[in-house]
């Protein structure tokens, strides 16, 4: 596919191209980890920005059977794709929102009493949902000494926590969560239990923790769970940008918004169609004061320049040999990790991700 539609490619500043094949090993990577447990599939934030059409039939493909959004508009487009799935709602259960979530079989993942009370006082009997248990985020979810007060004829569907900082291995906060969950379960007993994301599957005591059910997300998209060590995931994302002007410029010369950066030589400068409104976060800009992102053109790895536009950044191409008007420059991808970027672009490479936009033309690659 790509390269194939150069006209409808210059409609657009950017290119996407997310690797289905990639995404779906690494879906199977994880469930060969977690396995005997089943592993779900985060894909809230719209798949993390990455297209819940094309991401959850892949992953359909790949065999996952159950899928966690945050919002009911989220799980209305999943149930469209996915018939069959079980899909868990994470933000939980809006006032009079039941009959909502028993008319497409979508489970909420309960979050207080409250909500547990309006779920037993609306839904039919057995009604599969999931309560979430606040083991010390202090965001949502039960707190440890409440789950005593719950009614004696709720049975949920699964019992979940999620992680504070399982990407930090030996976090001593981890420790006490995961004896804070197994204190629950057994207030609970005998209900599927579910508690890592990406990271917490690469945890040393996966085995014990693994329970009945994982829940990554991050790691699909070709995210590092494991940060500091190299990414065990495929790559997933690649994010290029047409150079549409080439301007060569004296030393001493300002680029950008505010000329918060100068040429030190005579310099060339290449400006790319794709800017902050496409999720480049303006955090990447090159002033005085902080390096910025990078881009790699033609092979070589090239500076920014100056401060991020909304539809523009400029890059300096003086090292790169044989710049035309045309060429593409690499923001993500290949040797730019997506870590890597996040880490210049002072965040993490989910909001990256969530942050890509609409703009670009997206290439999906499926095999
Ligand atoms: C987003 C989310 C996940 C997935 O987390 P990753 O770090 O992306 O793997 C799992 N559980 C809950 C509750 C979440 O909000």
Same mark, same amino acid.
């Given at each position: 596919?790509?390269?194939?539609?150069?006209?409808?490619?210059?409609?657009?500043?950017?290119?996407?191209?997310?690797?289905?094949?990639? #995404?779906?090993?690494?879906?199977?990577?994880?469930?060969?980890?977690?396995?005997?447990?089943?592993?779900?599939?985060?894909?809230?934030?719209?798949?993390?920005?990455?297209?819940?059409?094309?991401?959850?039939?892949?992953?359909?493909?790949?065999?996952?059977? +159950?899928?966690?959004?945050?919002?009911?508009?989220?799980?209305?487009?999943?149930?469209?794709?996915?018939?069959?799935?079980?899909?868990?709602?994470?933000?939980? #259960?809006?006032?009079?929102?039941?009959?909502?979530?028993?008319?497409? /079989?979508?489970?909420?993942?309960?979050?207080?009493?409250?909500?547990?009370?309006?779920?037993?006082?609306?839904?039919?009997?057995?009604?599969?949902?999931?309560?979430?248990?606040?083991?010390?985020?202090?965001?949502?979810?039960?707190?440890?000494?409440?789950?005593?007060?719950?009614?004696?004829?709720?049975?949920?569907?699964?019992?979940?926590?999620?992680?504070? +900082?399982?990407?930090?291995?030996?976090?001593?906060?981890?420790?006490? *969560?995961?004896? !804070?969950?197994?204190?629950?379960?057994?207030?609970?007993?005998?209900?599927?239990?579910?508690?890592?994301? +990406?990271?917490?599957?690469?945890?040393?005591?996966?085995? /014990?923790?693994?329970?009945?059910?994982?829940?990554?997300?991050?790691?699909?998209?070709?995210?590092?769970?494991?940060?500091?060590?190299?990414?065990?995931?495929?790559?997933?994302?690649?994010?290029?940008?047409?150079?549409?002007?080439?301007?060569?410029?004296?030393?001493?010369?300002?680029?950008?918004?505010?000329? *918060?950066?100068?040429? !030190?030589?005579?310099?060339?400068?290449?400006?790319?169609?794709?800017?902050?409104? /496409?999720?480049?976060?303006?955090?990447?800009?090159?002033?005085?004061?902080?390096?910025?992102?990078?881009?790699?053109?033609?092979?070589?790895?090239?500076?920014?320049?100056?401060?991020?536009?909304?539809?523009?950044?400029?890059? /300096?191409?003086?090292?790169?040999?044989?710049?035309?008007?045309?060429?593409?420059?690499? #923001?993500?991808?290949?040797?730019?990790?997506?870590?890597?970027?996040?880490?210049?672009?002072?965040?993490?490479?989910?909001?990256?991700?969530?942050?890509?936009?609409?703009?670009?033309?997206?290439?999906?690659?499926?095999?």
């Amino acid at each position: 596919m790509r390269g194939h539609s150069p006209v409808f490619a210059d409609l657009h500043g950017g290119r996407l191209t997310i690797d289905l094949k990639a #995404l779906a090993d690494n879906w199977r990577q994880l469930a060969r980890r977690a396995g005997p447990a089943e592993t779900a599939a985060a894909v809230k934030a719209d798949a993390y920005g990455l297209g819940i059409e094309a991401v959850v039939p892949a992953l359909l493909n790949a065999g996952c059977r +159950s899928f966690f959004v945050a919002h009911f508009s989220e799980a209305l487009r999943v149930r469209a794709l996915a018939p069959d799935a079980v899909i868990y709602v994470l933000n939980g #259960l809006p006032p009079h929102g039941c009959s909502a979530f028993h008319t497409l /079989d979508l489970r909420p993942v309960l979050g207080s009493l409250d909500e547990v009370a309006e779920w037993l006082a609306h839904s039919p009997e057995d009604a599969p949902a999931a309560l979430h248990v606040d083991t010390g985020l202090n965001r949502l979810g039960l707190s440890p000494p409440e789950i005593a007060l719950l009614p004696k004829n709720f049975r949920p569907a699964l019992v979940m926590s999620h992680f504070v +900082s399982s990407e930090i291995p030996g976090d001593p906060i981890t420790l006490r *969560q995961i004896a !804070t969950f197994r204190a629950v379960r057994e207030m609970i007993p005998d209900v599927p239990a579910s508690l890592c994301n +990406s990271s917490g599957l690469f945890l040393s005591t996966l085995k /014990d923790i693994a329970f009945d059910m994982v829940r990554p997300g991050y790691a699909l998209y070709g995210g590092n769970p494991t940060p500091g060590a190299p990414n065990p995931m495929r790559e997933v994302v690649t994010l290029e940008a047409r150079l549409i002007q080439l301007r060569e410029v004296e030393s001493g010369v300002s680029v950008g918004y505010n000329a *918060q950066w100068h040429t !030190t030589r005579p310099s060339l400068i290449a400006t790319v169609s794709l800017g902050y409104a /496409d999720g480049y976060l303006r955090s990447g800009g090159a002033t005085a004061q902080h390096v910025g992102g990078k881009a790699i053109v033609n092979g070589v790895e090239c500076a920014l320049a100056g401060r991020i536009s909304m539809d523009l950044i400029t890059i /300096d191409v003086t090292d790169a040999p044989g710049v035309q008007r045309g060429d593409w420059a690499v #923001l993500v991808g290949g040797r730019l990790a997506l870590d890597d970027v996040a880490h210049r672009l002072e965040t993490n490479g989910y909001e990256i991700l969530t942050s890509l936009g609409r703009r670009h033309e997206r290439v999906y690659l499926s095999s």
